[in-house]
């Protein structure tokens, strides 16, 4: 088989990692809402603050946001299990988390050319539509640069290649939903 795979599962471990990592974004996003809609406080670091929710209205925002963790949580378990401890993972995990990165940046590039950006936002001044499509169109460039490395990219030869099911730092079979390692 050309990708490990969880075994408790069968999916190939670089979709139980990005089905993870998914999972975990939406736990950040949650807990986000969570301070700025409880507690009036943002995640900018720039000490914006928020006029926080009413008692009332929190608690009913709160209740389908505890629902929706508990239904990540299990669709992460379903998955397959997640590592118990950190481990160094196999070069095909290291490049499959990078160009799961670079697409992220590509979608944020596509948000930025101007024709995207009004359809969301509104008319932007003629001024500045040239200069942000330039700007669009070079980090394109640049994140197209990005991908052709990464495809070429090699492990540091100082690296141990950890990519078999019996490897060390492979996560353990038999947990679930709210299981400590």
């Not at 998914?22 to 969570?34: A, T, W």
């Not at 100082?158 to 730092?169: D, F, K, M, Q, R």
Request: aromatic share 4%; charged share 25%; net charge negative.
């Amino acid at each position: 088989m050309l990708f490990d795979v969880d075994p408790r599962t069968g999916v190939p471990w670089h979709q139980v990692t990005h089905i993870h990592a998914l999972c975990d974004g939406l736990r950040r996003y949650v807990n986000e809402v969570r301070r700025m809609g409880l507690l009036g406080q943002s995640a900018d670091g720039l000490d914006s603050r928020y006029v926080p929710l009413s008692p009332e209205s929190w608690e009913a925002l709160a209740a389908p946001l505890e629902s929706l963790l508990r239904q990540a949580e299990a669709v992460a378990y379903a998955a397959g299990d997640q590592q118990a401890e950190p481990a160094r993972r196999g070069f095909a995990a290291t490049r499959t988390a990078l160009s799961s990165r670079l697409a992220e940046m590509e979608e944020i590039i596509s948000d930025l050319k101007p024709r995207n950006l009004q359809k969301s936002y509104g008319q932007l001044p003629a001024a500045v539509i040239p200069a942000l499509d330039e700007a669009a169109c070079a980090m394109e460039s640049l994140l197209e640069e990005a991908r052709r490395v990464l495809a070429c990219a090699r492990p540091a030869s100082a690296v141990e290649e950890t990519s078999s099911p019996t490897s060390p730092g492979r996560p353990s079979a038999g947990r679930g939903p709210g299981q400590a390692a």
